[in-house]
């Protein structure tokens, strides 16, 4: 690894003979680091057995949030309950199941980022919160996505004091399917807090990874919290391991974001999948 200023050509040289090249020293540093991360992961043996999961058939379209949910939920993967509505009639009569408040996102296979647009809409208190949210999150699809196709509504149940955390997948093209986890918001994305491991693997490393991020003091209960159920965190983050493993080449990524922690167990907020 070299870490100089250079023309192209000269770069090239290098890389030709194997070197990998940067400009900014900080960049080397944390590929550097990176590279240690994955060694440490990878170095780690897998005592107990990866759990046995249905293999689930990877579709050739894209899928939108509800039918990705149901795919990984074929495979065991818990998620919060939820249904889809197609009227603003439907939404009214099916939050009450829930109880409110209750959660409502748009509906698409072309809208992945649904908080970008405005799509998310968290607190909806009322038969007539809910009438008003679906009309407007309608709204803010027609505006900021005029082209997506438009599947309805979903009407989640709102999960309550828990810890947000963060599964997911992402194929490597020389180590395979590998395993994401950490907490979110700040903590995936500013200080990068995240463990990382091939797939498959069992219930001992989802253990491991789980409690090696610096964070993890906040899901045994840190600051007078409740801690969360660890055990389902960990079954969840297994089986998701065995789902990458199993879906073959064709699979680039799963995003499992947030998965919502709690004493109660482990639920799956949103779901993404990626396939070639």
Not at 54 to 60: F, G
């Amino acid at each position: 690894m070299l870490s100089v200023l250079a023309s192209d050509e000269i770069k090239r040289g290098y890389e030709d003979d194997g070197y990998l090249v940067y400009e900014d020293p900080m960049r080397a540093i944390r590929a550097i680091d990176a590279m240690g991360k994955f060694g440490a992961a990878f170095a780690g043996e897998n005592g107990k057995r990866p759990p046995d999961v249905p293999a689930i058939a990877m579709p050739s379209t894209v899928l939108n949030e509800a039918d990705a949910k149901r795919l990984l939920s074929h495979a065991g993967i818990v998620m919060a309950p939820e249904t889809t509505c197609q009227s603003d009639g439907e939404a009214v009569a099916a939050a009450p199941q829930f109880g409110f408040p209750v959660v409502m996102k748009i509906l698409s296979p072309d809208i992945a980022h649904k908080s970008e647009i405005g799509g998310v809409i968290v607190g909806v208190a009322s038969e007539d919160a809910v009438r008003e949210a679906y009309r407007l999150l309608l709204e803010r699809a027609r505006t900021n996505a005029a082209r997506a196709k438009i599947d309805g509504v979903l009407v989640a149940k709102q999960i309550k004091d828990g810890v947000e955390c963060i599964l997911g997948i992402q194929r490597d093209p020389v180590f395979g399917p590998i395993a994401l986890f950490g907490l979110g918001g700040i903590f995936v994305e500013i200080m990068e807090d995240v463990a990382l491991h091939r797939c498959p693997f069992g219930l001992d490393v989802a253990q491991r990874m789980i409690g090696g991020i610096k964070s993890a003091p906040l899901l045994r209960g840190a600051r007078g919290r409740a801690p969360v159920n660890l055990d389902a965190l960990a079954t969840m983050l297994s089986r998701l391991s065995v789902i990458a493993a199993q879906a073959g080449p064709r699979l680039r990524s799963i995003d499992i974001n947030p998965v919502i922690a709690t004493a109660d167990g482990a639920f799956a907020v949103d779901a993404v999948i990626v396939n070639d």
